[in-house]
C-alpha cells in the first residue's frame, strides 16, 4: 500500500525525493472568485443561495439563535461534553503560558520605549465540516483568540441538511461551552467572504460584521478564498491537506507507527504519511502492520487513496543523522520521533508544526487533549511559520515617549541621517522644537 523508497546510498537531495501532496489553489481561483464577488454584493440572500447550491439546503436563519446553541449542549453525549472540557482546560493552561509580556526600555535619558501587545479587535473563525466533524478545531481557534484578549469572535460552520440548515450540534455545542453566542450557518469559500466583506439583509441591517483576521482550516475553496482576500482581512495561513512523518528506529513498535500513520490518512484522501527510518527490516515490518490495520479500519477506501497517493511513502536512509535532515527537509505539520534517544533528536528538529516524543504521544493526543493547538502549518510552511497560538491574535506595538533632554540628545544624529537621505523636512521637524 505504502510506496518504499530505498535512499541509502544516494547522493541526491533529499529535497527532490520528498513525497509532498499538490494542491494547486490557483486551479480553483476562476470558481472561488464569483462567490466572494457574489457575497460582497448580495449578502445574507447571497449566502443563503449559496448554501443551496453547495450544502443542499437553506438554513433558517443566518445566524443561529442563542437557543439553538443552548439546546445543543443541553443535549450533547455526556462523555463528549466531559473529554471537550477536559481540552478546554487544557488548552487554556498551554495558551495562557504563551501570553507575552509588556517591556518598557529607556535607550537614554528622558526616552522611554514601550513595548506592548494587542488584541485584534474582530475574529472570524472557520470550523469545517465535511468529511468529519470538527468540535476541537473550534476550541483549537475560540482559546488561544479569548487568552489573547479578542473582544469579538464569530464562528462560521457549513450548515447541514441533517440537522435543519443548522451547523452540526456538537460544533455549536463547543461554542455554547466556550460562551461564543456569534455563531453562522455559513461554508466554504462563502464563509470567508462574509467575514471578509460583511454581511447585510434586504433592509439594509448589517448582520453580520466584517473582521480583522480569519483563521481556521478548510478545504482548497476556503484556502483560495482566505488567499484572495488577504489583504482587505488577515488570515492566519491557507492551509492544505494534513500531513504526519514518523521518524522512528528499530526501537519502534511497528504497530503503533503503522496506526498513527492511519489516523492521519483518515482524514482526507490527500493526507500524507510518510515514515522515514534507518531499518530496511523495520521498514518492511511497518508496511505489514499498515495493510493490516487499513483493512480494518473503518474509512479504509479513504485510507487506502491516501496511503497510495504520491504523497505518501516509507523512506530508508542510511542513518539517523540523514532521517533528521529529511525531517527538515520536509518540515511536516506533525512528526512523530520514536528512537532510542528522542529528545536528542528533537533538538535537532527546525522545521516542523509540532512534534510528539515518544511512544505514548500520538498525532491524535495533540488532536484533541494534549493542550497544544492542532491548527499547523502544512505543505513545508514551518520551516517559516507557526501554528495558531496567542500571539497570532495580537500585534506588536510600540509606544515611544521622550521629553526635551531626550529629544536634545539625538536631535544631531536624526538631522544627519535625515540629510543622507534626501528628506530636510524631516530634520527641519526636529530642529524647529529647539528655536
Known amino acids: 500500500m505504502l510506496t518504499l523508497k530505498d535512499l541509502r546510498g544516494s547522493a541526491a537531495d533529499v529535497s527532490t525525493v520528498l513525497p509532498r501532496a499538490e494542491q494547486d489553489i490557483s486551479a480553483t481561483v476562476e470558481t472561488v472568485a464569483p462567490i466572494l464577488e457574489k457575497v460582497r454584493h448580495g ?20 445566524r443561529v439563535p442563542q437557543w439553538k446553541l443552548e439546546e445543543s449542549l443541553d ?51 472557520y470550523v469545517p465540516g465535511g468529511q468529519a466533524v470538527y468540535p476541537s478545531s473550534v476550541v483549537m481557534n475560540v482559546v488561544p483568540a479569548q487568552v489573547a484578549g479578542v473582544r469579538s469572535l464569530a464562528i462560521a460552520s457549513p450548515p447541514q441538511k441533517d440537522f435543519g440548515g443548522y451547523p452540526h450540534p456538537t460544533i455549536l455545542a ?56 488577504q489583504g482587505v482581512v488577515g488570515i492566519d495561513a491557507e492551509a492544505g491537506p494534513t500531513e504526519i512523518m514518523v521518524l522512528a528506529d528499530e526501537s519502534a513498535d511497528p504497530s503503533l507507527v503503522a496506526a498513527d500513520l492511519i489516523s492521519q490518512a483518515e482524514h482526507d484522501e490527500l493526507a500524507a504519511a510518510v515514515l522515514v527510518t534507518d531499518s530496511m527490516p523495520f521498514a518492511e515490518r511497518v508496511m505489514t502492520a499498515v495493510e493490516e490495520q487499513a483493512a480494518r479500519t473503518p474509512h479504509a477506501d479513504r485510507v487506502k487513496q491516501s496511503l497510495t497517493g504520491s504523497q505518501s511513502a516509507v523512506l530508508v536512509v542510511d542513518s539517523l543523522d540523514v532521517a533528521v535532515d529529511v525531517a527538515n527537509a520536509y518540515g511536516a ?39 497544544s493547538n492542532h491548527v499547523l502549518p502544512t505543505g513545508g510552511a514551518s520551516a517559516y ?19 526635551r533632554d531626550g529629544l536634545d540628545q539625538v536631535a544631531g544624529h536624526v538631522t544627519a541621517l535625515a540629510a543622507a537621505e534626501g528628506l530636510p523636512a524631516h530634520g527641519e521637524a526636529v530642529e524647529v522644537r529647539f528655536r
Request: charged share 15%; net charge negative.
Open 43 to 62: 449578502g445574507v440572500e447571497a449566502l443563503t443561495e449559496l448554501s443551496e447550491r453547495f450544502d443542499g439546503v437553506r438554513p433558517p436563519a443566518l
Open 385 to 403: 511559520s507557526s501554528g495558531l497560538n496567542v500571539t497570532s491574535f495580537l500585534r506588536s506595538q510600540q509606544v515611544i515617549h521622550y521629553g
Open 75 to 125: 443535549h450533547l453525549d455526556g462523555t463528549v461534553r466531559a473529554a471537550l472540557e477536559t481540552l478546554i482546560t487544557r488548552a487554556r493552561e498551554v495558551h495562557s503560558a504563551q501570553l507575552p509580556a509588556a517591556s518598557m526600555v529607556s535607550p537614554g535619558p528622558d526616552a522611554r520605549i514601550t513595548n506592548r501587545w494587542v488584541p485584534i479587535e474582530r475574529v472570524g473563525l
Open 333 to 371: 505539520e506533525h512528526l512523530e520521533i520514536m528512537t532510542g534517544d528522542d529528545a536528542t533528536l528533537a533538538d535537532r528538529i527546525h522545521n516542523a508544526g509540532a512534534v510528539f516524543l515518544g511512544a505514548y504521544t500520538p498525532v491524535s493526543l495533540g488532536d484533541y487533549c494534549a493542550g
Open 174 to 229: 463547543a461554542a455554547q461551552l466556550l460562551g461564543i453566542e456569534e455563531v453562522y450557518a455559513v461554508g466554504g469559500a462563502q464563509a470567508v467572504g462574509m467575514f471578509a466583506y460583511g454581511a447585510r439583509d434586504a433592509a439594509g441591517h448589517l448582520v453580520c460584521p466584517p473582521v480583522k483576521l480569519i483563521t481556521g482550516p478548510g478545504n482548497i475553496f476556503v484556502a483560495t478564498a482566505k488567499r484572495a482576500v
